[in-house]
């Protein structure tokens, strides 16, 4: 059984959103919101590296700005729709810190739901707030970069996942 908190869920479903919304997004905030450290697993050490650091940032700018252009396909269409998923999963088992298989797969799924979620609510809000107010698309497109980046700084103030009591103890580690 997994010790994993419903509250220690909730950074992984928020990043996931982020994802949804801007699918570089939640990997750059997990690269650059912490300097690396040797306890991280691998693939944050990756990511955390100057390396990871510079290819998302690059990745997460580039997509605020080819999400903009009038030629980029749907976030909802079916090859995006599945690449923002597998992100959202990235983004949520590498969130939770997690060295169990079911505290991770947990994270991971709260991550793929949140970038579902995103990834719909953030589409359904473009069209409806351009139709509504008959503007362009571009103001909305901004305000949902904003938005995305507000949520992004959310989940790093959310709970950080601890591990149970028993594996804190320094006498266990050495």
């Known amino acids: 059984m997994t010790d994993l908190a419903p509250a220690a869920l909730l950074r992984p479903l928020l990043l996931g959103v982020v994802t949804g919304s801007r699918s570089q997004l939640g990997l750059a905030v997990l690269a650059w919101a912490v300097p690396p450290d040797r306890s991280d697993p691998r693939a944050l050490r990756v990511l955390r590296s100057r390396a990871g650091r510079l290819a998302l940032g690059a990745a997460a700018a580039g997509e605020v700005v080819a999400d903009k252009l009038p030629r980029t396909p749907s976030r909802t269409s079916p090859p995006a729709l599945a690449g923002r998923l597998v992100s959202g999963a990235l983004v949520g088992a590498l969130a939770a810190g997690r060295a169990d298989r079911r505290g991770t797969a947990l994270a991971a799924t709260a991550g793929v739901l949140g970038a579902a979620a995103g990834s719909y609510a953030g589409a359904a809000y473009r069209r409806a707030a351009a139709a509504r107010t008959g503007t362009p698309d571009l103001p909305w497109a901004l305000v949902e970069d904003a ?22 103890l320094p006498l266990l580690h050495r």
């Not at 700084?153 to 996942?161: E, F, N, Q």
């Open 147 to 168: 938005a995305a980046a507000g949520l992004a700084a959310a989940a790093l103030r959310a709970p950080a996942p601890t591990p149970p009591w028993w594996r804190r």
